[in-house]
């Protein structure tokens, strides 16, 4: 079964950091690109960050670039979001995502992660 589960959300001071945590299960985290993705308050869901299969390259959403940082740890099968100097309109739900192949159904599936609250306020 091909699930995300993210966690490490919370609330922060602006200036604050913290490291999003998404567990792969049913693939490995390297094989197909996988991505953040965040949706605030009343907004549509944006891209955040992204990072490619084999290759490893990187992508950010402009205003992340320089504060925050995609990567994984292929032994954990998990994907990471480090975010720093966090500001109030990164206050958001942040979920993961990946489209991988389903050998249950045979063919290739969205994946979602249920999202973790990122709260950035005094």
């Known amino acids: 079964q091909l699930q995300l589960v993210e966690s490490g959300g919370g609330l922060v001071q602006p200036g604050g950091s913290l490291r999003l945590s998404c567990a792969a299960s049913?693939?490995?985290?390297?094989?197909?690109?996988i991505g953040w993705f965040r949706q605030a308050p009343g907004k549509e869901r944006t891209g955040v960050s992204c990072?490619?299969?084999?290759?490893?390259?990187?992508y950010y959403a402009e205003s992340m670039k320089g504060r925050f940082t995609i990567s994984r740890d292929n032994a954990k099968n998990t994907l990471y979001l480090q975010m720093n100097s966090l500001k109030s309109e990164d206050t958001a739900v942040y979920y993961c995502?990946?489209?991988?192949?389903?050998?249950?159904?045979?063919?290739?599936?969205?994946?979602w992660g249920q999202g973790t609250l990122v709260t950035v306020s005094s």
């Open positions: 995502a990946t489209v991988a192949y389903s050998d249950y159904v045979h063919r290739y599936l969205e994946v």
């Open positions: 049913g693939f490995p985290v390297d094989y197909y690109a």
């Open positions: 990072i490619s299969g084999r290759g490893g390259s990187t």
